[in-house]
């Protein structure tokens, strides 16, 4: 699938550093960054609706150990790209691919899927690990997706939702141990190299910060 594929109200980021595009097939992660396939699984899919098994089952959003148990047990919710409360490339908040609830559910049942929220039906979420805790991203925060290779945002306030995608983590590929919240996903690409995005994790440089900080991680 393509970006434009799963299009929402977009404009131009004007001052972003940028991923450069890797080669050959989108996959997934499409909306954020143009890569293919994943240590964290996925599959281009058809959208998908909620099941709501996780918060029937008594899933605590707020629970590290629950993330950690969700990611174990199957695929969950991200929002791909970088979220942030204003467009201010060098400073302030950034959340970068948090993980999201869709109506409070952070399951879902098919690794790639894409799925275009009402804003108010998303929370999401970024993790620290030591020590171990889970930290929800203000409401007030979630204004602009910058898509991870920095060529598009989408404003929520304006397209009022916010795009979920479907992502199935795998330890070995993923860098992660039992009972983790993953860092970090790995995407195969079509030289044989992978390439990996932060998760869940949130930054304080702005925009630029955190497109520096997650071409840092394949340097």
Not at 29 to 54: F, V, W
Not at 124 to 150: C, M, R, W
Request: proline content about 6%; aromatic content about 6%.
């Amino acid at each position: 699938m393509s970006y434009e594929s799963a299009a929402i109200a977009t404009q131009e980021m004007k001052g972003l550093s940028q991923f450069r595009r890797p080669v050959g097939a989108i996959a997934v992660l499409a909306l954020a960054a143009g890569l293919s396939g994943c240590g964290a699984q996925e599959q281009a899919q058809p959208a998908e609706s909620n099941t709501g098994s996780a918060a029937a089952a008594g899933f605590d959003s707020t629970s590290y150990d629950s993330w950690a148990h969700e990611v174990a047990d199957g695929p969950v919710w991200i929002a791909p790209g970088f979220v942030s409360e204003k467009l201010d490339t060098n400073s302030g908040e950034t959340y970068a691919q948090p993980l999201a609830t869709v109506k409070g559910d952070p399951s879902c049942s098919q690794p790639g899927a894409v799925k275009k929220n009402p804003a108010a039906d998303v929370k999401l979420y970024t993790a620290t690990h030591d020590p171990k805790q889970i930290n929800e991203v203000p409401q007030s925060d979630i204004n602009f997706i910058t898509t991870s290779d920095g060529n598009g945002v989408n404003a929520v306030k304006e397209s009022g939702l916010v795009v979920t995608q479907c992502i199935e983590f795998h330890k070995s590929e993923d860098n992660f141990g039992a009972g983790e919240v993953p860092k970090e996903a790995a995407f195969p690409q079509p030289d044989g190299t992978w390439y990996r995005v932060e998760i869940a994790t949130e930054h304080t440089d702005g925009v630029n910060g955190a497109l520096a900080a997650n071409r840092a991680l394949n340097q």
